[in-house]
């Protein structure tokens, strides 16, 4: 489609909600005395630097010492962040941000156009050599590939500063606006302070150097025990942050962040895998519940390395249909996650769930409709097949691998179950090295594309070694559809239809957070926070 | 005696050397590198980032690169998972607190073991020493994984005595004394069993038994002939002690937030965060060759026939 | 390990040998005894404990599996007499296979220690000189690694198998052992009638034979049977980085540490079964090593 200007203007407009990313105090709200606040974090930060952090933690600890073009609100809803809304230009090609004048650094310098310029040439310079590189090209922003294979400089990268508060960025090709919008949320797309950078070099993100353009400033970092941020009087928004200070706890192990958290020490906590129904009944008050954009699969290896039998889509059926999704979810996992039969999650913006007939059928129907599968593909009581489910060194994942086993075992399937390390394990898939083996893919921006283009052809990452034309052609029109969930739909049917992964579940993150804290987000489907919305209030 | 420290110190060279190449190329061999993810890199990405830290280089030549760093300029390179930090930054900010909580854990141990166990074999077959026996036989085999939940639900949930995690230092003892229980405990007990078999045996020798024929005082007795033969056993354990706690560290770590180096060793094994775990081993692979050679210092000064 | 003590009662019975003395002190050594005891009762449950189990090792209960801490506890109806863990499989029949490969890593472990430490032990302390310096030293080396460490690595590089649990355990532990033998071979070296035996031309293969190795076996003995207990321990940290043995496979020590994850969690039995007969098997280890030093010692009491 031709991206209409109106449209695109309409959309920018509906961003001028003020102050619709401060916390605001809900009526009948005492605030509390204590305004510190104590997060938990499963494994230290790993960069504080922005264009190089890949990890939740680090983009958590870093959404609250930058900002961003746009920010979410804890609902997963885009509000104004340093961007008050911007233009998309006739051939949807050039998209033109504004940003606001009263942003500084926590220096006291403004926040410009040309920070968001260095930051972005950053992401892409080879020198950098940041593992999210290729987040531009997903964008297709203009020359960005040619500037990673290191054939341009990264000034001829398409993006540049008009003027101190206006910001170009030139794209190949046009992509879906909620996924641009959605991109510019993300961390590695978050303006960098190039004095700092070029002063202090890799040790810039330091406590004492780090400058940030966020609610929070870094305090004390000691790896391996906690990260400290206290609030940054140069935001922009000041006025109306209320918390004063956030540590982040480093416990590796979730039993004792809830341990700890039951002691008052944090306030917030993981639930452990299985616990959610326990904890909900003792603390019904303190329990959150909400959908994530992850998918958790078991794939199949047709690469040519991978086992005959599997090259058979019937087989492949037959293996999906036996797995009783449901006792994984209700028995095992006992978060709220959903039984999934198709590859997207569900709760993803805009996004509208395929229709996929099994997911109608009785357990009993599926199941004998998988012993039917295997008969007419050959495997029976006295040609048993026989298969290896490979996954990697975890708890959750091995308590599925057990169920699955059983479940293969009733329809006549024999199966070994091999636990791998994490590193051996991810090089065993991406190598083709595999029979079964577990899988989860979290969507990194908030639309359909990004969890659909990974069974792209071209992008040769997905570990099944499925490829389709049909399924690149689809990938391809997507991006000008005037209605993708067309295409959406299509690619999921074929996904279903081929078989190369058995969907398991879409995730949920469940956790706990004490009764008199505000503003924690229990519905942003990436996990997003920002701490600069939340607040205590009196007990 | 100085001769022979140097000469233990000269052969601690070539140990280390041979540490270091083993470490290094085993660790190069696992599967997977440090930037393998779920989701694969596109392989430009991968080539910049190995560019980046010479992981492109064939092997022998980022052995040598890194020895070169080691010797030269005393410099472990930099961390390929905390990209902020350097291994030597993540060494001097774990490595005393390590070395604090590891060192209360071995006075500990050895004080309450060598107590315990001096007052089992004195008073051999009354009740106390059957306590004593029970009580170290139970320590010695309760797992640290095992004591750490469970004192951080006693002390830190009930009681809110101690806080459940972090590390302040030496002077703010409530958040050491959880670790330190949960870490010397075991070793505690295998010095109070060792101690009261070999004061035992002390004790049953010719020149006690006159001692005590002659009617010297018992407090005398033990003091004066009994405690230091009685300690060789326990003193030539210190060494595998030593190693044992530095294992028992990575529990601590992970259980306590202790910021130590032992949980950074495990992970840096199985993140492939190669010049972390090299760091590591060179570390604590120097640290157990002096450590056993003080040990041995130690036996000699005390044992008067060992004679270097 | 109790036919070990067997073994030493038969050779007893041959004559006024060491073994017969060895043997009457310790029957009079209670603590021995009671090893002894804990060892036969430990033996006796994970070899015929499976005949009582009504659930095999991997089935899952799926009637309780959703609700665990509310139906999967001990109970004699339903026939999961240690109740069920996390995922509604039989505790028994899985404590029973953890008691089997616990001990199994630790008994194969110890003999890999005992065989490669003996023979390299008297082998240096026999040839003694230069080639004894350079033996030893080597030691010395290898102890300075951190052995744990080097097994992390080996284990996450060839994955985690049995075979190779049994062979890292037994072989980081061999050190120790070949110290101890070449310093009782040293000694025994110097005995008047082993040097009168190399004196009259008595080859020496078959002083160690004859002399040495049956003078070496009681100090051997007793150091194994200590060797077990950490070993078992050793495992057990393993199995808590998740790198011991594959599922549906497990040890105590895997027990043990999925049972500590839970224990607040209203399903304590997961932790404690486990946890009983993993105290047990030490205890039974440790009595016994100590009563048998007692017995065995040379040095009189």
Known sequence: ?539 | MIRYIFRRLGHAIPVMLILIVFSFVIMHLAPGGPFTRERALPPQVLANINAKYGLDQPLWKQTLDYLWGIVVHFDFGPSFVYTDQSVNSIIAQGFPITLTYGTISGVVAIAVGVTLGAVAAIRHNSWLDSLAVGVSVTAQVLPNFVMAPILVVIFTLWLHWLPGGGFEGLLSPAYWIMPVIALSTSYMASIARMMRSSMLEVMNQNHIRTARAKGLAMRRIVMKHALKPALLPVISYLGPAFVGMITGSVVIDMYFSTGGIGKFFVDSALNRDYAVMMGITVLLGGLTIVFNLLVDILYAWIDPKIRY | MASLAQALVETGEKGHSPWSDARVRFCKNRQGLVGLALMGFVLAFAIFGSFAAHWPIDKIDFQVMGDVAREGGPSLTNGHFFGTDELGRDLFARTILGIRISLAVGLVGTLIAVIVGTVYGAASGYAGGRVDNIMMRAVDILLSIPSMFVLILLLVMFGHSIILLFIGIGLLSWLDMSRIVRGQTLSLKQREYIEAARASGVPAQTIIRRHIVPNLLSIVIVYATLLVPGMILAESFISFLGLGVQEPLTSLGALISQGAATMNYGTLWQLLFPLFFFIVTLFAFFFLGDGLRDALDPKDR
Request: charged residues 20%.
């Open chain 1, 1 to 539: 489609m031709k991206p209409n200007p109106l449209l695109a203007l309409a959309v920018a407009l509906s961003f001028i909600v003020p102050n619709a990313s401060a916390a605001t105090v809900a009526p009948g709200d005492t605030l509390a005395e204590n305004q510190d606040i104590d997060l938990w974090l499963l494994d230290d930060i790993k960069t504080l630097d922005p264009q190089k952090s890949a990890s939740v933690g680090d983009s958590d600890a870093i959404r609250q010492l930058f900002e961003g073009l746009y920010s979410q609100a804890a609902n997963g809803d885009l509000v104004p962040g340093v961007a008050t809304g911007h233009e998309v230009s006739a051939d949807g090609l050039i998209w033109t941000f504004h940003l606001r004048p009263e942003a500084t650094w926590s220096n006291g310098d403004p926040v410009t156009a040309q920070d968001f310029v260095y930051a972005w040439r950053r992401l892409v310079d080879p020198e950098t050599a940041s593992e999210k590189a290729s987040a531009l090209t997903d964008l297709k922003v203009k020359n960005a590939k040619a500037v990673i294979d290191g054939k341009l400089p990264p000034a001829e990268l398409g993006v540049r500063a008009i003027d101190a508060h206006t910001l170009e960025v030139t794209l190949d090709q046009p992509i879906p606006h909620g996924y641009m919008i959605a991109s510019v949320t993300n961390t590695n797309t978050f303006p960098a302070p190039r004095a700092v950078i070029e002063t202090y070099g890799d040790a810039w993100t330091q406590p004492g150097h780090l400058i940030g353009n966020g609610a929070y400033s870094l305090v004390e970092h000691r790896i391996g025990q906690k990260i400290v941020l206290k609030r940054n009087p140069r935001y922009r928004d000041d006025a109306h942050t209320i918390v004063k200070s956030v540590t982040f706890h480093v416990i590796n192990e979730e039993n004792q962040a809830l341990t700890r958290f039951r002691a008052g020490e944090l306030d917030v906590s993981p639930i452990p895998s299985g616990q959610y129904p326990r904890l909900k009944e003792k603390y019904p008050d303190q329990v959150y519940k909400k959908p994530r954009a992850c998918t958790y699969a078991y794939v199949f290896n047709l690469s040519l390395k991978g086992p005959e039998a599997l090259k058979d889509v019937r087989v492949r059926k037959g293996l999906s249909l036996a797995i009783d999704r449901s006792i994984i979810t209700d028995n095992i996992l006992k978060g709220g996650q959903i039984p999934a039969y198709s590859w997207t999650p569900p709760s993803m913006a805009g996004f509208k769930a395929p229709d996929i007939d099994y997911s109608h059928w009785s357990q009993a129907e599926r199941v004998a409709k998988a012993e039917n599968l295997l008969k007419q593909a050959g495997y029976g009581p006295d040609h048993p097949l026989k298969l290896t489910i490979s996954y990697n060194t975890s708890e959750a994942h091995k308590k599925i691998a057990v169920a699955i086993q059983q479940f293969w075992k009733a329809i006549g399937v024999e199966t070994r179950l091999e636990n791998m390390e994490w590193k051996v394990f991810t090089d065993r898939l991406h190598k083709h090295e595999y029979e079964v083996g577990r899988y989860a893919i979290c969507a990194g921006v908030d639309n359909a594309i990004d969890m659909l283009s990974f069974f792209k052809s071209t992008d040769s990452l997905n570990p099944t070694g499925f490829a389709s034309a049909d399924y690149d052609r689809l990938m391809n029109d997507v991006l000008t559809a005037t209605d993708p969930n067309i295409d959406y739909d299509q690619a999921e049917h074929t996904l279903a239809d081929k078989m190369p992964i058995a969907p398991i579940y879409f995730y949920t993150s469940n956790g706990m957070v004490k009764p008199d804290i505000r503003g924690f987000p229990v519905q942003n489907v990436l996990n997003f926070f920002y701490v600069r919305n939340m607040y205590r209030v009196v007990k």
